[in-house]
């Protein structure tokens, strides 16, 4: 019981304060973020009514501010898409059967690949109504800050940013337990302290 008890506070610890390492990095990477994203993820903020912060942040946790921002590939997603493409399972998620008619395995990869600053999986351009070259492409920051305005702006706009960073990560919103189910520990606290660190183009700090 005292081992158990110790590996629990263990891990919310480390789903609740960075650790010095991730901050060092964090800081480290927030010019170029800045460099790269900052003005488009200003003028996206405005357009969807979301929060330029937040954005600045979920980018610097999915792509650490890099451009390219990179392609990550999911194995389970592609199984499940599989899966309703081949009639084993109704849905997943806003996916079903029709939007994959005669979608060969290569498709299906695609759909199954993170893309873009936000990395947002390929299946998503379907509730965007766009091709994944759209959400990989030049205007990857406007598509992506489009799909969150539709999925969970509204609880950005509440300031629920706790909820924002675990909805983006898991798609459900963080658990009452206290304890996240995001692929790593640090992801919502490191985000809720980075958005201390960015602020709006012409707006002064006051951190």
Sequence with gaps: MVFGGLYVAWLYAQSHVVTPWHASGDRAGKAAAEQFYGNEVFQAARKYDLDYSYLM??????????????????PH??????????GQRPNYENVKAHHLKDASNDALRNLATSWGPFQLMGYKCILLGVNIRDIRGPNGVDHGAKWIHLTYGKSMRQARYRDCFHLHNTGQPYPVTGLPRTHDPQYVPRGLAMMKQFVPPGTASLH
């Design 57 to 74: 942040s979920l980018i610097m946790l999915e792509c650490s501010g890099k451009k390219p921002a990179g392609a990550r590939f999911e």
């Design 77 to 86: 997603v592609f199984k499940r898409l599989q899966q309703v493409r081949d």
